[in-house]
């Protein structure tokens, strides 16, 4: 009998079947190939305290989306840059944080007509492991089997948070469990997101 390990590597291996074919699934070839548009990102959150999370931003930066830091508290953030912006029009955001930030935001996005279209909740394991629970476009979900190899998970998650497409017909669910290098001031569970839009 397959273990629950091995049951959840078998899933998202059958997930990516669909993309095995491809010779490439760097961002800048999937583009070329003639991938649909992706989702414009106004910014990506981060929180300073954590070091997976600064990774994140440091990669987000170097993709060139525009980042912001918090410490916690995302108050500062809505109050002297996301209300001004969410006024003038939705406006896409994503980062990594903890469960306070997200819920906060998440709630804020709904007057403007938006939602929580991507989440993965990595959670460190006992055996040193991280395991990513991922929900969000199907597309997204196939790319994020390259999770179950990268021990730099952080910078894997921010290129695929900026590939997340415009159009997002089907949502997917999926785990993937995979090597990590971690940060001695991550805490057990974090969390990575991306707001967008409603569609129609």
């Not at 669910?173 to 969390?191: C, F, M, Q, S, Y």
Request: charge should be neutral; hydrophobic fraction near 45%.
């Amino acid at each position: 009998m397959a273990s629950r390990r091995e049951f959840l590597q078998m899933g998202v291996a059958a997930l990516a079947l669909p993309i095995s074919s491809h010779a490439s699934l760097s961002p800048a070839a999937s583009l070329a190939d003639g991938e649909p548009a992706t989702t414009p990102l106004y910014k990506m959150v981060f929180d300073e305290r954590f070091g997976s999370s600064r990774v994140f931003a440091e990669e987000a930066e170097r993709l060139g989306v525009p980042i912001h830091g918090i410490k916690g508290d995302m108050t500062d953030l809505w109050y002297h840059d996301l209300y001004a912006r969410w006024k003038q029009g939705p406006a896409a955001i994503a980062g990594m944080t903890a469960h306070g930030a997200i819920f906060c935001l998440e709630r804020l996005a709904w007057d403007q007509r938006m939602r929580v279209v991507f989440r993965a909740d990595h959670r460190y394991l006992a055996d040193g492991s991280i395991e990513h629970a991922l929900s969000g476009p199907t597309a997204m979900l196939r790319q994020a089997a390259e999770l179950s190899k990268e021990a730099r998970w952080a910078s894997e998650m921010a290129r695929l948070i900026t590939r997340c497409p415009a159009s997002r017909p089907q949502l997917s669910l999926a785990n993937v469990i995979g090597p990590t290098i971690r940060h001695a001031d991550d805490p057990e569970h974090l969390i990575s997101w991306l707001i967008a839009p409603l569609q129609g």
